[in-house]
């Protein structure tokens, strides 16, 4: 088979990639040098896509209720289910949940399908918990949720400031581009905004470590210290923006000096001031800001203060100077397009837009259109729990890990009568409350485009055969569409179909401003479309080429052609006022893994370089609580409690914690960091503020640790067993334990693996124990059990499942849990490479001082480069472990 080029489903980077489909799976991928986002680089997550392919996990067939049935079955009760109670308690009763993960030309579908013909407003999607502050604060500065910039600009800024934002592991070639710019051309500047020193700060010349929640204050007092420098751009101000007077106002009442700013935001009042005055230096600015600023109570306040300062300076679409949103999911930018959220119509237009709803509904000859804004994800999702909403169809989401409250979600869910899940894996902790389960195609098996987060429209093309019964979730809901009468509006043979009306319904034949417009695009063939190259709208039939940055004439989506200034008046977030509980909660994302880890989480080497969930904490408030490093711990509030190994990192402010967002009830015990945040949301764009709760952290009373490598990945842990966490490993699963006293540890063996163990060794003085178990002459199990989370590396045992025989000696060698000449090469770092942080120790000692003498000894970082600022914290640790 040929090379065929389609686009990585992770990030809203949005790389290209190469894939030789071989036999039913592919070829190790390459980045696409011809693809515009990043012309031939992959991060760790895209080049491991091949690793995560595959029917294993897959969802095959269609359930109801438990039942696996054909599709025949499965779509008329979707389709009566729903008619039946439209027709009792109307077309409200009904909601859509969405998501950034879906095509363009599914979610498409998806919104005509409820908006227009099942005639209910309430189609919201996960972009609500992602991007919608960034949406909401664009609308308000330019009428229109446009993206100004471009990846160009990142190149060519002078000064880039990361706000909220982590992109050497959330964007990882993204931020790579940046850094070689950087490094090419001395004499620019980078500045990370975030409450923790991140690997993002590997290129930061300056961190701004503020106290949570206090980001508009901060670029409220920018605003002001420019106003008092003079260097407004007045000109530009008169011009092509208005509102500056009253955001000025209300940034003076909040941040009158630069004093007061350091004390609110908690910082050094010279950090400040070096922030602003390289900020008034340097027009060629980019504000790259992300979850750290959305995902707040005043998310949109935080986006609008951050996008004043560009405004006052005249920085918005000119070369390296721009406010830049980056998003988040692959298609997150397609589903705003889309008009994917509740508060959206199509095409960019609103329920609002004058003339908007006639149009959207002649042009769908939709028979019950909805006439106004309906629930956002959170209100959704109340309305479930009230039983306004009796049917929920959720596509290409896990809310029952994702969306805050997660416990509460689950109970609506649980009492919902028809829950509906499309998903491409058997098990997530949302499929297991569906009535109706659909197997949806996954990446490499399905045709369409994403968006990404520089307005560039790429192909994802089909790769493989679809696994089992899969269908594309296009074709899913015009199934049901059908199904239901609809067959006029559904009758696509294809994707390139869709695209196209998509296409014409954008094409602007108002007199509107509105950018996003892809006209040009409408009249595509079937071949044209296959053959599509990466294009960025706006693309019209006069710019087929499409268009690198909007607003270049100063020219504005709002009615007058005015940008506008809106006034912030911070507030203080105090998430528990009575002071009880100690510890400020912070989520987010590592490296490895996406999300609710229902790819990554299949890929060995992905979860190398984190296997368990952990909380980070600062070595302080652990010694004050009298915990320590690597011990499991527990948070607990009002909404829940998460369970995970501490770090011990200073990395962390006193008193806050970080814990990671991906770790699912599928893959352990209790460490779903959702249910720790309330259900707390911004007045204005409704997006949850999953970035600050507060909680309690106390010790995981247990009496023992333990690895369980097995053959098979379903294990049920029973009995004195608390704790558990599943890890897949190249030849077996590991399982990660801790658990209560046990007396008799032959005994327990025995009756979680449903046999005695062929071999023992029992140390009861030293709290150890091991166990291996063997099928015919190879290994089934083997369990090793110690007072403290002291393992070797388990790479060793875990070669051993491949092997047909074991001799007297590895079977010796078996209960020591590792061959006495296999060093042990510790934590992966390099995942590219799989390089461990013993080996890196170990070049250290041997004289590689440098990164790159370490990238020249083991290969480490030289790939993707993500681990590049793991390896610099390595060598530092070491220097100041040798320096006298
Ligand atoms: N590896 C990986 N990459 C991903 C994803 C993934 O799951 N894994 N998901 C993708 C998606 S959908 C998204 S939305 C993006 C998200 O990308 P990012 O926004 O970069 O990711 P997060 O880690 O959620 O949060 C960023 C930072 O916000 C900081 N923060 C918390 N509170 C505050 C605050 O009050 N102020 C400021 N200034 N900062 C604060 C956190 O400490 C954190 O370091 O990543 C995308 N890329
Ligand atoms: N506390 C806290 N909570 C957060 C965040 C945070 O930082 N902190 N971040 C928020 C953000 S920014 C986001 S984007 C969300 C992400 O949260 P989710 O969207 O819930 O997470 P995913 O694991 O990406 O879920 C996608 C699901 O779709 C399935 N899937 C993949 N491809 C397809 C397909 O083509 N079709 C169908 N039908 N299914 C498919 C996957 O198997 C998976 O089950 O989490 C949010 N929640
Ligand atoms: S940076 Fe994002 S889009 Fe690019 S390979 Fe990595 S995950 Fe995929
Ligand atoms: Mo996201």
């Excluded at 030293?766 to 989370?789: H, M, S």
């Amino acid at each position: 088979m040929s090379e065929i080029q389609t686009t990585c489903p992770y990030c809203g980077v949005g790389c290209g990639v190469r894939a030789t489909p071989s036999g039913d799976t592919l070829n190790p991928v390459q980045g696409d040098a011809a693809h515009p986002a990043n012309a031939g680089r992959l991060c760790v997550k895209g080049a491991a896509l091949h690793e995560t392919l595959g029917t294993a996990g897959r969802l095959l067939r269609p359930r109801v209720r438990g039942q696996e049935t054909s599709w025949e079955e499965a779509l008329s009760a979707v389709a009566d289910g729903l008619a039946a109670i439209r027709d009792h308690q109307g077309p409200n009763a009904i909601g859509l949940y969405l998501s950034g993960q879906l095509l363009t030309e599914d979610y498409y579908v998806a919104n005509k399908f409820g908006k227009g013909f099942l005639g209910t407003p309430h189609v919201d999607t996960n972009s609500r918990l992602c991007m919608s502050s960034a949406v909401a604060a664009y609308k308000r500065a330019f009428g229109e949720d446009a993206v100004p910039g471009c990846y160009d600009d990142l190149e060519e800024a002078e000064l880039m400031v990361f706000a909220g934002a982590n992109p050497a592991w959330n964007h990882p070639v993204l931020y790579q581009r940046i850094k070689q710019a950087f490094a090419t051309q001395p004499g620019r500047r980078a500045v990370v905004i975030d409450p923790r020193r991140t690997a993002s700060c590997d290129m930061a010349d300056l961190h701004l470590a503020l106290r949570p929640g206090t980001d508009a204050t901060l670029w409220n007092g920018l605003l002001v210290w420019l106003a008092d420098r003079q260097m407004l751009d007045k000109a530009w101000l008169a011009e092509h923006c208005s509102g500056l007077e009253a955001a000025l106002d209300s940034a003076r009442a909040s941040a009158p000096d630069t004093a007061s700013v350091a004390a609110q935001c908690d910082l050094d009042e010279a950090d400040v001031r070096c922030f602003y005055s390289w900020f008034e230096a340097t027009p060629k600015t980019v504000s790259f800001w992300s979850q750290g600023l959305n995902q707040s109570t005043s998310g949109t306040d935080n986006g609008s203060a951050l996008i004043n300062c560009h405004l006052a300076t005249g920085r918005v679409g000119k070369p390296g100077a721009t406010p830049f949103s980056i998003t988040g999911q692959p298609n997150a930018m397609g589903g705003r397009e889309v008009g994917g959220l509740a508060n959206q119509l199509a095409a960019h237009l609103d329920y609002d837009t004058p003339g908007a709803l006639a149009e959207v509904e002649g042009f769908w000859q939709a028979p019950a259109m909805a006439t106004e804004p309906g629930y956002k994800a959170v209100e959704l999702f109340e309305a479930v729990e009230r039983g306004e909403i009796q049917a929920l169809w959720i596509m290409a989401t896990n809310p029952a890990v994702s969306l805050p409250d997660a416990d509460r979600v689950r109970r609506a869910l649980e009492i919902c009568p028809l829950v509906i899940v499309s998903d491409c894996v058997d098990d997530t902790d949302t499929l297991a409350l569906a009535d109706i389960v659909l197997p949806a195609c996954g990446w490499s098996e399905k045709d369409g485009t994403v968006t990404n987060s520089e307005r560039c429209i790429s192909r994802q093309r089909a790769l493989l055969e679809a696994a089992g019964e899969s269908r594309p979730d296009w074709w899913i809901i015009s199934q049901v569409a059908r199904r239901m009468g609809f067959e006029n509006g559904f009758n696509y043979p294809g994707p390139a179909e869709i695209f196209r009306e998509h296409a014409r319904l954008s094409a602007r034949h108002r007199q509107d401003r509105l950018q996003f417009d892809i006209g040009g695009l409408a009249r595509l063939s079937d071949h044209d479309y296959n053959t599509m190259e990466p294009v960025q709208w706006p693309v019209t039939p006069e710019h087929l080429h499409g268009r690198r940055r909007l607003f270049t004439d100063g020219r504005f989506a709002t009615a007058d052609g005015r940008a506008r200034m809106v006034p912030v008046t911070p507030v203080q977030t105090v998430t528990d006022p009575e002071g009880r509980a100690p510890l400020q909660i912070n989520s987010g994302r590592i490296r490895d893994q996406w999300h609710t880890m229902t790819r990554t989480g299949r890929a060995p080497r992905l979860l190398q370089h984190y296997s368990e969930p952990f909380i980070e904490a600062n070595p302080e408030d652990l010694r004050h609580l009298e915990m320590k490093d690597g011990e499991l711990a527990t948070l607990q509030n009002n909404t829940g409690h998460y369970t995970g190994r501490l770090i011990a990192t200073d990395a962390q402010r006193q008193g806050e914690v970080f814990v990671p967002i991906h770790w699912s009830d599928r893959i352990t015990t209790s460490s779903v960091a959702s249910r720790l945040f309330p259900a707390a949301t911004d007045p204005v764009s409704g997006q949850p503020g999953s970035k600050l709760s507060d909680g309690r952290l106390t010790p995981f009373q247990c009496h023992w640790q333990g690895r369980l490598l097995t053959h098979t990945d379903s294990f049920q842990c029973s009995g004195e067993a608390l704790f558990h966490v599943r890890v897949p490993m190249s030849n077996s699963t590991c399982w990660h334990l801790a658990g209560d006293q046990v007396t008799d540890w032959s005994c327990r063996a025995a009756d979680w693996l449903g046999r005695t163990p062929d071999a023992e060794m029992h140390d009861p003085g030293a709290g150890r124990y091991r166990a291996a178990w063997y099928d015919r002459d190879g290994i089934a199990a083997v369990l090793l059990i110690e007072p403290t989370n002291d393992f070797p590396g388990l790479d060793w045992l875990d070669s051993l499942f491949t092997a047909p025989t074991l001799n007297e000696e590895t079977r010796r060698q078996v209960l020591a849990g590792r061959a006495a000449d296999v060093p042990d090469t510790g934590a992966i770092v390099c995942s590219c490479f799989q390089v461990g942080e013993y080996s890196i120790e170990t070049a250290i000692n041997d004289g590689a001082n440098s990164v790159s003498a370490l990238g020249n000894t083991l290969k480490c970082g030289t790939n993707c480069g993500s681990c590049v600022p793991e390896l610099k914290a390595i060598l530092e640790k070491k220097a100041a472990l040798t320096s006298p």
